[in-house]
């Protein structure tokens, strides 16, 4: 009786872990792209060939580590659930071990942006993590499903076709929850404050800097301030500027102060301004900040004495209320 309550409360924890987990990667698929691209380096782990398939990779484990957690909770098809699940938790295992033990990776984005765990609490994790689930497989006869065969099969290839739905929503517009430190409502100016307790602000490599120098302050005490994102020239979705354009058009007209924010190379920029008529100048900002701020290329921010109040991906430009 003991060994199956134990069981159960096994269960539990591992299926809301691989739940949660995999739901706040799910809302923002893009960030996990940029850690498996991390992790797929030169200076990581050498399979830069692998960088082009990030997204779809990122995309495949997360839907994979979600359902799986959601099997498991109803106990359907529970063999293969915890055999899956010890094959997926052997492979974080090893990333975060060598991320840990070489200090290649310092986030390794396990929970999104949700929560931030070092390396060695996110490798003692997953080594907890993993003991549970070999408990499962040896006990896994004690893994009562919660419904009948059909039943579990629905609700599992229903949570597959929601999935994939959230997925093709937050790549066509943007994260449905934003956990990052430049969400809307977040102050950008705040986030920059040293609080005097040691730690690293959450926002500390935010810059715009232009022809006449670092514009920051000047910028973020504005009350009327677009910026758009546009953090590699090379990738942006060019069918995206005319639309960028016009908003930026609109804006302006408003009393705005519109700027283009860029990590590329100032000559690119100015050749794209003017091909695609942009009635902006480009300020430059670190990429990697550049893709924190927001998951679209472009992108748009809108921020009120530096407060952001308004971020869009330039699918949804023409649709923004000025």
């Not at 990333?95 to 931030?116: E, I, M, P």
């Not at 100016?189 to 000047?218: A, C, Q, S, W």
């Not at 902006?280 to 701020?293: H, R, S, V």
């Amino acid at each position: 009786m003991f060994l199956k309550v134990l069981t159960n409360i096994s269960r539990f924890i591992v299926a809301v872990l691989f739940i949660f987990s995999g739901f706040v990667k799910l809302v923002d698929p893009i960030g996990s792209q940029y850690k498996f691209e991390e992790y797929f380096s030169a200076d990581v782990l050498n399979l830069e060939f692998l960088i082009p398939y990030a997204l779809p990779f990122s995309i495949l484990l997360i839907i994979t580590e979600i359902t799986l957690g959601v099997m498991l909770l109803i106990g359907y098809k529970r063999k293969f659930t915890v055999r899956s699940l010890f094959f997926l938790t052997l492979i974080f295992l090893f990333l975060t071990w060598y991320s840990a033990y070489y200090n290649k990776v310092t986030d390794c984005g396990c929970f999104g942006d949700a929560v931030k765990l070092s390396t060695w609490e996110t490798f003692y994790k997953n080594v907890i993590l993993i003991g549970l689930i070999i408990f499962l497989i040896i006990r896994v006869k004690d893994i009562k499903p919660l419904f009948s065969k059909k039943i579990g099969a629905a609700i599992t290839y229903l949570s597959v076709f929601s999935f994939l739905y959230i997925t093709y929503h937050v790549l066509t517009h943007l994260p449905i929850v934003d956990f990052r430190p430049y969400a809307i409502g977040k102050n950008i100016t705040e986030g920059m404050r040293y609080k005097g307790d040691g730690k690293i602000p959450p926002i500390h490599d935010f810059t715009l800097e232009g022809v006449d120098g670092d514009l920051t302050n000047e910028l973020l005490a504005k009350d009327k301030l677009m910026l758009v994102v546009v953090y590699d020239l090379d990738k942006a979705a060019t069918e995206g500027f005319a639309k960028v354009k016009r908003l930026a058009d609109q804006a302006i007209i408003k009393g705005y102060t519109v700027y283009g924010v860029s990590a590329s190379f100032e000559d690119d920029l100015v050749l794209a301004q003017n091909k695609y008529d942009l009635p902006f100048e480009f300020l430059f900002c670190d990429q990697t900040t550049l893709k924190t701020i927001i998951r679209a290329n472009p992108g748009i921010v809108i921020l009120n004495k530096g407060t952001v109040t308004g971020k869009w991906s330039w699918n949804d430009a023409d649709d923004i209320k000025l």
